[in-house]
Structures are given as C-alpha cells and as structure tokens.
C-alpha cells in the first residue's frame, strides 16, 4: 500500500536536546512538507521541499531544520533553540504542480521531559 | 500573504440535521484551490471536499457540499444528514500554485444523538 509514514508516534525530549521525526513516503510525490499543530490550532507550515537536496522555509522555520537527500524521506529536527516544541507535527506530500491534495501522515506528537 | 479564517471555534448538530461551517480567505490570486479537512480524535487528515476557483458550480461529495462565493472570498461547508461519525475538527484551506496548503484555526462539530 502507498503511504506516508511518520515515526515515532510519541517522542519525548529532554532540555537542550535535539530530537529527529522521521517521514517516509512511497507514493512518488515530488513534494514534502512539515506542519505543527499546536492543541485546538490549524496547522502552520514550517518547512516544505518541492526537490530532492533543495527545501523552503515556511511561517515557523525557527527551531528547526529538515533534509531532502531522498525523494522518499524528509527528516524533520527539533533542535534545542526550538523553546517550546510540544506539539503535534505532521508531514505530507503532494505532486508538484498540479495543486491536488496534500496526503497526510499520521503525525507524531511532541512533549518535552 | 493568503490567510484563512474560520469564525467558528465550536459547533453543534443534532443527528440527521444540517450544520454549516463558515470560511472565509484573503488572496490577490486568481486561480487557486480550496479544501475542507476532517480531523477526527484519531488526528489523521482526511480531505473532505476539493473546489478549483475557476470552476464556478460547487463542489459536492455525498453529504457534503461547498457554497463558493469568489467575489466574496467565501467557502462554505454544507453537511448534510449529520451522523455521529462526522464529530471532528474541520479546516478550511487554501492553496495557491506552488502547493503550499494554507489553513484556518478549525471549527470543532460535535454531532449529537
């Protein structure tokens, strides 16, 4: 079955530590994107890639980073200048340019030790 | 920059009624793309509904249904025959070429017996 895979499905993080969410995807979408949603909150972009080795920031890039060194994966890392990442974050992925819908993982939440 | 906003934080519905949810967006594009998003409690995405800005009927789907007012940036969710199982947070989004999915705060329906 194509998909997207989020892993973990809990992730805990301690202070001044540095924690990586994994996404997966076998539908061969061009596009990734990383979203938080904080508790009874839409969804903000924090970074998106439309290409293999090349990726955007969005509105809350601060924090955080990602790679793209793989058409399947876009590794998501919270880094310790992230001061509050308890959330939930989800990724997805689309085709480029055709604006069809954004598939969805099934996201991994965030709390802090 | 495109902002979405839905100006109904909670709703409520009796089984087998009609409830609609509003949205309203700001955008200076011409042609783009609206959704409506389920969120269950499982927290898994689920696109609803899809209309493109430069087909004028509404969209539908089974139960669901859009009212699309472009002069008036509006994009209304129309859910019909209300079952249990329609009890999530629903989002509007927008998006503009490029694939960037932008969305409101949700409205939580609660659909009761």
């Known amino acids: 079955d194509g998909g997207i895979t989020q892993s973990p499905k809990y992730l805990f993080r301690k202070e001044g530590q540095n924690v990586t969410l994994s996404c997966e995807q076998n539908?061969?979408?061009?596009?990734m994107y990383w979203y938080r949603q904080d508790p009874g909150q839409g969804l903000r972009l924090i970074y998106y890639s439309q290409i293999v080795n090349d990726f955007q920031k969005g509105d809350i890039a601060e924090g955080y980073s990602v790679s793209r060194e793989k058409k399947e994966s876009f590794p998501l890392t919270v880094t310790s200048a992230q001061k509050n990442p308890t959330a939930f974050y989800l990724c997805?992925?689309?085709?480029?340019?055709?604006?069809?819908?954004?598939?969805f993982g099934s996201g991994t939440q965030l709390s802090v030790l | 920059a495109q902002t979405v906003t839905q100006s109904q934080p909670e709703m409520s519905v009796q089984e087998a009624e009609t409830v609609t949810l509003s949205c309203t967006y700001d955008t200076s594009e011409n042609n783009y793309y609206l959704f409506w998003y389920k969120q269950p409690p499982s927290r898994q995405m689920i696109l609803v509904i899809r209309q493109e800005a430069y087909k004028q009927q509404n969209a539908m789907e089974n139960r669901f249904s859009v009212n699309f007012q472009k002069a008036a940036k509006s994009f209304s969710l129309k859910i019909s025959d209300s079952q249990l199982g329609d009890t999530a947070m629903y989002f509007c989004a927008f998006m503009e070429y490029g694939n960037k999915l932008v969305f409101g705060a949700g409205t939580i329906l609660r659909v009761k017996s």
């Open positions: 997805a992925s689309s085709i480029v340019g055709t604006n069809e819908k954004l598939f």
């Open positions: 539908l061969n979408h061009d596009a």
